[in-house]
C-alpha cells in the first residue's frame, strides 16, 4: 500500500492488450535514528488487461493505492556499456483497492479489481 508517484499511463501491446506501469511509494516503518526523517521504498509496478484499464481510469498521482501481486525480477544489458548487466525488480499486479479518504471520489468507481481468475467464476 502506498501512493502513486506519478499519473498511470495506459499503453497496449502491438497485438491490443493493455498494459500499465507505475511506481508506488510506499514509507518504511521507521524514521532514521540520526535525522528523524521517514524514509520510502519505490516500488515499479505493471498491470495487465482490464487491471491496467482500471488503474488508469480510477488512479492519479499521489493516490493511495493496495496492490497484490508477484514479484518478477529481470535483467538487461547496457546500451552504452555492453559488459554492465542491470538488474530490474517488479510487482506484476494481480489485483487492486483503494485506501485512504481520497480513494474513489463520488462513489461511482468500483472498490476494487477482481483478478481474471475471479471474474471467470
Known amino acids: 500500500m502506498g501512493r502513486l508517484t506519478a499519473d498511470p499511463e495506459l499503453r497496449s501491446t502491438q497485438s491490443g492488450i493493455a498494459s500499465c506501469r507505475f511506481t508506488v511509494?510506499?514509507?518504511r516503518g521507521f524514521a532514521d535514528k540520526a535525522t528523524g526523517e521517514r524514509k520510502a521504498d519505490f516500488i515499479t509496478c505493471v498491470a495487465?488487461?482490464?487491471?491496467a484499464e482500471f488503474?488508469?481510469?480510477?488512479?492519479?498521482?499521489?493516490?493511495m493505492i493496495a496492490i497484490e501481486g508477484q514479484l518478477r525480477t529481470g535483467s538487461y544489458q547496457d546500451k552504452n556499456y555492453p559488459d554492465v548487466k542491470h538488474y530490474t525488480t517488479d510487482v506484476y499486479v494481480?489485483?487492486?483497492e483503494f485506501c485512504g479518504k481520497d480513494s474513489g471520489g463520488a462513489g461511482t468507481a468500483p472498490t476494487t479489481q477482481p483478478t481474471p481468475?475471479?471474474?471467470a467464476a
Open 55 to 63: 488503474i488508469a481510469r480510477y488512479f492519479s498521482k499521489g493516490k
Open 94 to 96: 494481480d489485483s487492486v
Open 117 to 119: 481468475a475471479a471474474q
Open 48 to 51: 495487465w488487461r482490464q487491471t
Open 25 to 27: 511509494a510506499v514509507d
